[in-house]
Nanobody
Framework: QVQLVESGGGLVQAGGSLRLSCAAS????????MGWFRQAPGKEREFVAA????????YYTDSVKGRFTISRDNAKNTVYLQMNSLKPEDTAIYYC?????????????????WGQGTQVTVSS
């Protein structure tokens, strides 16, 4: 069992930055691949970024490539999402998720554990 708690969301102006954190409970955090998803108002939840269990492989959806960076610190049981050059269309609730596997995963169905989400609002 893994419990995930996101933090770091907030209100930021377009062009600004935020860093989201996701703290995981449990001693087997390093055996899980991790991902970030987001859900904007009136839209379905979508994949944002993923990272392998070791942190050696990362993958991003096209709309955030070059602006967002996913990373993890297995010693701290934490995964991060550094978001730069934020745009109003990045406004959403951001969720972190854990998948039992070593690679990276992009589909919601591949993830077994989810956090409650943190709100990110980007004003124009």
């Amino acid at each position: 069992q893994v419990q995930l708690v996101e933090s770091g969301g907030g209100l930021v102006q377009a062009g600004g930055s935020l860093r989201l954190s996701c703290a995981a409970s449990g001693r087997t955090f390093s055996s899980y691949a991790m991902g970030w998803f987001r859900q904007a108002p009136g839209k379905e939840r979508e994949f944002v970024a993923a990272i392998s269990w070791s942190g050696g492989i990362t993958y991003y959806t096209d709309s955030v490539k070059g602006r967002f960076t996913i990373s993890r610190d297995n010693a701290k049981n934490t995964v991060y999402l550094q978001m730069n050059s934020l745009k109003p269309e990045d406004t959403a609730i951001y969720y972190c998720a854990a998948a039992s596997g070593s690679y990276y995963y992009t589909r919601e169905s591949q993830y077994h554990y989810w956090g409650q989400g943190t709100q990110v609002t980007v004003s124009s």
